[in-house]
């Protein structure tokens, strides 16, 4: 039950933070409060003893009901994909907190940047309950509401404290990109919220046709009915096209470039991590087990759509002279493989796009995160005007090129572990066919393309020495602390995938589509 | 005894990163040789271990991916070749860490550090991949080499060719080992396991289009890696780093990791034609056509880079007719002599500061220590009798004219010959015979000790060709064929007759070999395709669809917001705050409606 604390404990640190006006509380607390939630999720681990072999399924808790001829309760579930999710989940948090505690000496007034931090902070606590309700909701209203609660502050967050870009537009539509401001931080916040607005209209009238229809908002009184009951096409398009969005599927994907561009590092270190994976925690959570038999039917078109973002994702990241967008166009060519992967409807398939995400979180995270900090110390994130870090800042140097490695599958960092299980599952779900063998090909040019944009980076920004470096500017302790948590799970999971998978355990059956 | 061994060069790297951090903080000023005086040690201790425990080390495996369905444990197995090769991978190892200590002493701490710890990692995953008896564990040790040379060739880095060509081995080798990855998971769905024997046996019992397929992605990543035809362009421009990496990664180890994977999945080579014959022809051209560039070539490391490439070719040529253990016996013997001749370039061109042979014309004496081993490596690379480049050459010769046709034979002969002139051009070019110098002869040796001493060794053990040719075998346990001295004699001899041939008439030779040096130039110089194809299809392609992404897609998505903006900035003109437009709109409002009431009730 303690578990359910990772939903309250935010509520503290935003409160106190609302009351109180003490830097290092501002600065600190909610850090030590994300990080008390991240504990209480290895007690619950360690209590139900899901690494050694246990016969743990899932962990319901009904509080009370709201709309009792609907089904409509405030019911949680907590099962051991979610477990894992809401470890994700925390890192992400704790990680963009990490990340805020430089904006205090930007330029304004000491006092009004610690207003901007409060309040950032604030808006990263609402984000970490949206999300962990939204992870282990058991009720279509339930994920809903707080999947409202995530989106909401996004735009506040982008708003006021993003980024100007610079941005050459041509073509066509040359007159309505210059109409709308391109690249400007307003253009970012109103694109992403009107995208995800949108998108979230479409789940939202998807979801209400699937539980009236159903007669029932709770997930597992749906996945017992009959399928014919449920399986409607336009339930499912609605319900595609909402998650295809929010996990910036082909073509619904423009949010994410400009939205990562604009916004400050800890909401791209946030949408990366876990708020581009909400459209795939709906598709674990709702589309594939309770429709299952009309998600089978257009699999061929989620693996199309899936192929597509992988290689044009890499594509579109090979010229971009943002590091931000590099690494944007990056999680969207990312976020590919998981839809592939969860096509395969095979159990090596399922692990590998759970371990995708788990691995894909992490690995973004410390991406955005070392970029936010070239961009701190350097000024700039152009990879035509960096040179010379290796030399000049070789710690923050070795975590990006860590990331960059492990993003193209290195052996032993945990990329290596999903892509392999990825790409086995593909083989094995086509059988041993042409077919198959051209379906490999698809993630593996993800690799390779993968390999050219970031080692292009990393050799641009890097390793060129360009001129004499004159003095050692290096991240601070803190930076280091979490960038080194990062890099050790990316590791760990890497050197010992069978414990995560001992967590999953069998939680695959309810993916696979009959 | 295996986990103690395994343990031992795990932790080279680390303890570099323990003596960096303790000599960051706590040790200011200390002598930067240290960074290399510890891992010597350890693979000391390794080479010892291995040398006196050699037949009775088992095997050691360890869980990896354990999941449901897939379960890979990476395994390492103690057998003679595994060990051999290990042995021969420390023994030049050692020496290039004993030359790196002083030939990188100018730089500062950092790099120091940067330079030992991407080397002692290069170093322990060379020795697990030659170690590593399943697919996954050399696939995995096969991507730490790759990482490694990356860093190691861009350590120049404020030279923008080095970091080109870095980036370009790096994305190059990097192609193969996807295709290698690919290949490693179609075998890996049909025999359910990784281990080289299970494989062997699957893929023997099994040859069908689909392993086949597999086995050719196989090929290709061994291709890269080797260097191989159409793959050549990355290892001579990987010639920009440091001379002990050239020597070390670019000579001995890492390019002929390939050979070491095909000799230990040959018993199933012979089951896949195609793979088998295209493992001979890709061998055959490649030392075809590098033999001749490379005495087109001025660079002394070019020279040897391509020389590298031609041996690499002659190792493919016997794993290609069945015959893996001849092709095992050259990767022995070659990596002695090369990388005893690379150190010795580098020497030369740290004291000389050039690079071309040309301008280091006389530059070395016959009768100094360098100039002897000098003189013993241009001979074992050319092949000639006793020492250790010979007896491979002639084995896989004789094996080849036996078994092969008319055309491959005459090809195989031409590269030799080729061999021959230029390992003779290298050598009288850059020696100058002078008598009674013998006075200066220790002179050297006072502050070049550290230069000296692998020199020699490595020159010791391409002298002694009897001795490594009976260690090999007596190792491995197996014998060749014997060489009669006619056939000895008949091979030798145009050998050693070209050899002295070039040294008198080597203008004329020159003119004679100008209209095949264009050909193998028009062949060997590729470059520039890869450069167009990288042009096109990344610069180009990508430039394209990220503008299609920025202007199309992202205007496309924007023309609805567009189309409600301008609507109602239209809408908002009704609203102009004068009385009489909204009583004249409301006027000709209430007509309208008049007149619809009118036609819907038919007045």
Request: net charge neutral; glycine share 6%; with cysteine.
């Amino acid at each position: 039950m303690s578990v359910f604390f990772v939903l309250i404990l935010p509520l503290i640190s935003i409160i106190t933070l609302c009351l109180n006006n003490n830097r290092n509380v501002i600065r600190y607390l909610p850090i030590l409060i994300s990080t008390l939630s991240l504990g209480i999720i290895f007690q619950f681990v360690f209590k139900n003893q899901l690494i050694s072999e246990s016969t743990f399924d899932s962990l319901y808790v009904n509080f009370y009901s709201l709309l009792p001829i609907f089904d409509v309760n405030m019911s949680f579930k907590i099962d051991r994909i979610s477990v894992l999710l809401l470890f994700l989940s925390q890192i992400t948090i704790i990680t963009a907190f990490f990340s805020t505690l430089k904006i205090a000496s930007n330029g304004q007034s000491l006092d009004e940047s610690y207003t901007r931090l409060k309040q950032i902070n604030i808006w990263i606590s609402f984000i970490s309950i949206g999300i962990c309700g939204l992870i282990i909701s058991s009720n279509l209203f339930v994920f809903f509401l707080f999947y409202e609660v995530a989106a909401v502050p996004i735009f506040l967050m982008i708003s006021t404290w993003g980024y100007n870009l610079k941005r050459e537009v041509s073509g066509p539509f040359q007159k309505i990109l210059k109409h709308f401001n391109v690249g400007t931080r307003e253009y970012g916040s109103y694109k992403i919220t009107i995208y995800l607005f949108v998108a979230s209209i479409l789940i939202f009238f998807g979801l209400a046709i699937l539980g009236i229809s159903a007669g029932s908002f709770e997930i597992m009184n749906i996945s017992n009915l009959d399928s014919y009951k449920i399986n409607s096409n336009l339930v499912f398009w609605l319900l595609l096209i909402g998650f295809g969005t929010h996990s910036a599927l082909w073509p619904f994907h423009t949010w994410a470039p400009d939205g990562h561009g604009t916004a400050p590092t800890a909401g791209s270190i946030i949408f990366a991590g876990i708020l581009m994976k909400i459209g795939v925690i709906g598709f674990i959570k709702i589309l594939i087990p309770l429709m299952n038999e009309i998600t089978l039917d257009y699999s061929n078109l989620i693996i199309t759509l899936a192929s597509i973002n992988i290689v044009y994702g890499a594509f579109t990241a090979l010229r971009q002279d943002d590091l931000k967008y590099v690494a944007a166009y990056a999680s969207l060519s990312h976020i590919g493989y998981i839809f592939l992967a969860l096509m395969t409807n095979n159990k090596t398939g399922i692990d590998g796009a759970i371990f995708q995400i788990i691995s894909h979180g992490l690995i973004i995270c410390l991406l955005f995160f070392t970029v936010g900090v070239i961009y701190r110390i350097k000024g700039t994130r152009l990879i035509s005007e960096l040179n010379s870090m290796l030399d000049s800042s070789p710690i923050l140097s070795s975590f990006f090129i860590f990331s960059a490695f492990a993003s193209i599958g290195f052996p032993l960092t945990s990329g290596f572990v999903s892509e392999f299980m990825i790409i086995n599952g593909i083989y094995k779900s086509f059988e041993p066919t042409n077919l198959g063998i051209l379906l490999i090909c698809i993630p593996t040019l993800g690799i390779l393309l993968t390999t050219v944009y970031m080692f292009r980076a990393v050799k641009d920004c890097f390793i060129t020495l360009a001129n004499k470096i004159q003095q050692i500017i290096d991240m601070d302790k803190d930076e280091i602390i979490i960038c080194f948590v990062l890099c050790f799970f990316i590791l760990f999971i890497g050197l010992f995938p069978s414990i995560i998978q001992d967590i999953l355990n069998e939680s695959y059956k309810g993916l696979v589509m009959k | 005894m295996e986990k103690f061994f395994l343990f031992l060069i795990l932790i080279v790297p680390f303890t570099v990163i323990l003596l960096h951090q303790i000599n960051q903080r706590y040790v200011k000023d200390i002598d930067l040789k240290v960074y290399f005086v510890l891992p010597i040690m350890i693979y000391l201790l390794g080479l010892f271990l291995l040398l006196t425990n050699s037949s009775n080390l088992g095997s050691y495996e360890l869980n990896y991916i354990d999941i449901h369905s897939i379960n890979i444990p990476l395994t390492f197995l103690f057998n003679s070749s595994n060990i051999l090769m290990s042995i021969v991978v420390l023994l030049v190892s050692l020496c290039v860490l004993v030359y790196s200590s002083k030939f990188i002493s100018g730089e500062n701490l950092y790099r120091h550090f940067r330079y030992s710890l991407f080397l002692t990692v290069f170093i322990s995953s060379m020795v697990f991949f030659s170690l590593s008896n399943d697919l996954l564990s050399s696939f995995i040790f096969w991507e730490f080499l790759g990482l490694c040379s990356f860093f190691l060739i861009a350590f120049y880095n404020h030279d923008k060719k080095a970091i080109y060509s870095s980036i370009m081995a790096f994305w190059l080798t990097r192609l193969g080992d996807l295709f290698f990855l690919m290949g490693l998971i179609i075998i890996y769905f049909g025999s359910s396991s990784m281990g080289f024997d299970e494989i062997n046996k699957f893929l023997s019992t099994t040859p069908n289009s689909f392993n086949n397929m597999a086995f050719i992605f196989i090929l290709i990543g061994i291709l890269t890696k080797c260097a191989q035809y159409p793959f050549t362009v990355w290892l001579p421009r990987a010639m920009k780093g440091p001379t002990p990496i050239s020597a070390l990664i670019h000579s001995a180890t890492m390019v002929v990791a390939g050979i070491l994977l095909l000799y230990k999945m040959s018993p199933s080579i012979s089951f896949f034609p195609f793979v088998q014959d295209s493992i001979l022809y890709i061998g055959l051209i490649t030392s075809l056509l590098c033999a001749i560039y490379a005495l087109y070539e001025d660079d002394l490391k070019a020279v040897l880079a391509y020389s590298t490439l031609s041996h690499i070719g002659f190792m493919m040529i016997p794993l290609g007719q069945n015959s893996q253990n001849l092709g095992f016996f050259h990767l022995y013997s070659h990596s002695f002599f090369k990388s005893l001749l690379f150190l010795i370039a580098g020497y030369l061109i740290i004291k000389y500061n050039e690079n071309s042979i040309k301008k280091l014309k006389n530059k070395l004496t016959l009768f100094s220590p360098v100039g002897i081993i000098f003189t013993i490596g241009c001979l074992s690379l050319a092949g000639i009798f006793p020492l250790t480049g010979s007896f491979s050459k002639e084995h896989i010769i004789i094996n080849f004219l036996n078994v092969e046709g008319y055309i491959p034979s005459v090809i195989l002969i031409i590269s030799i010959i080729f061999t021959c002139l230029y390992s003779s051009k290298l050598l009288f070019n850059v020696i100058k015979i002078e008598k009674n110098n013998f006075s200066n002869f220790f002179n050297s040796f006072n502050n070049e000790l550290l230069y000296l001493v692998p020199i020699t060794f490595l020159g010791i053990l391409s002298l002694l060709g009897f001795f490594s040719q009976n260690f090999y075998l007596n190792f491995l346990n197996i014998s060749f064929e014997e060489i009669t001295i006619i056939q000895l004699l008949s091979i030798q001899l145009p050998i050693i007759f070209i050899f002295i041939l070039n040294y008198f008439y080597e203008e004329k030779i020159k003119i004679i070999t100008n209209d095949i040096i264009q050909i193998s130039k028009y062949f060997i110089e590729i470059e520039n395709i890869y450069r167009t194809l990288y042009r096109n299809i990344f610069v180009q392609f990508g430039k394209f669809i990220g503008w299609f992404d920025r202007n199309i897609i992202d205007g496309i998505i924007n023309l609805p917001p567009y189309f409600i903006v301008n609507l109602s900035s239209y809408f908002q003109k009704v609203q102009n705050g004068f009385i009489r437009g909204y009583a004249s709109k409301f006027i000709i409002i209430i007509i309208f409606v008049i007149i619809i009431l009118g036609i819907s009730y038919n007045i």
